[in-house]
């Protein structure tokens, strides 16, 4: 038989990946008279094109990374006397 309920329950949420691919964010949120409402989003859209403005910012950095090394050291940049 239940007597008591802890009205101290946590919220929790976070994200997790599952195999096939998909993101889904979470969270677990009490409600009063001992219930609990649970909520999923799909973050995989969102997460990809993230993933890729990521890599593709990364590249562009080390595109210009290599070209500043190049240039600094062209005979052309060199000062003249």
Same mark, same amino acid.
Request: aromatic share 8%; no cysteine.
């Given at each position: 038989m239940l007597t008591n309920f802890d009205d101290e329950r946590p919220s929790l949420q976070g994200?997790?990946?599952?195999?096939?691919?998909?993101?889904?964010?979470?969270?677990?949120?009490?409600?009063?008279? !001992?219930?609990? =409402?649970?909520?999923f989003v799909d =973050?995989? !859209?969102? !997460?990809? !094109?993230?993933?890729?403005?990521?890599?593709k910012n990364e590249a562009l950095q080390k595109a210009d990374g290599s070209r500043t090394i190049s240039s600094s050291t062209s005979p052309t940049n060199c000062a003249r006397r």
């Open positions: 994200t997790f990946e599952l195999y096939s691919g998909l993101i889904l964010d979470y969270a677990v949120t009490p409600l009063p008279n !001992a219930q609990t =409402m649970l909520t =973050m995989t !859209a969102s !997460a990809r !094109a993230e993933r890729a403005l990521k890599e």
